[in-house]
């Protein structure tokens, strides 16, 4: 398992941007597919991005796509979300995790970080 701790969550303005960090623990970072997901009051978790080992291939859900863009620094253990045009149905409890794999779906991530509140106001 490895630990995985986010940062970069808060409250912004419709029209505005976030950039969300997950760091990650040990040496096998590079190893793992990484996603983000969220979940917004009363709703189910949802995947948002995802992003293979290497970088090379990534996956963005049809509501974020062309607005959010998931990157990774395996030399830093750390992947991003960086979040632009920021809606407020997109305020949710971000979430980041890993899988072995190549998945879009949460029960195939085994690991999960703390998750970070992202609040959009209008």
């Known amino acids: 398992q490895v630990q995985l701790v986010e940062s970069g969550g808060g409250l912004v303005q419709a029209g505005g941007s976030l950039r969300l960090s997950c760091a990650a623990s040990g040496r096998t970072f590079r190893r793992y597919t990484m996603g983000w997901f969220r979940q917004a009051p009363g709703k189910e978790r949802e995947f948002v991005a995802a992003?293979?080992?290497?970088?090379?291939?990534?996956n963005h859900a049809g509501s974020v796509k062309g607005r959010f863009t998931i990157s990774r620094d395996n030399a830093k253990n750390t992947v991003y979300l960086q979040m632009n045009s920021l809606k407020p149905e997109d305020t949710a409890v971000y979430y980041c995790?890993?899988?072995?794999?190549?998945?879009?779906?949460?029960?195939?991530?085994?690991?999960w970080g703390q998750g970070t509140q992202v609040t959009v106001s209008s």
């Open positions: 995790a890993l899988t072995t794999g190549w998945s879009t779906r949460p029960e195939d991530f085994g690991s």
């Open positions: 992003i293979s080992s290497s970088g090379g291939t990534t």
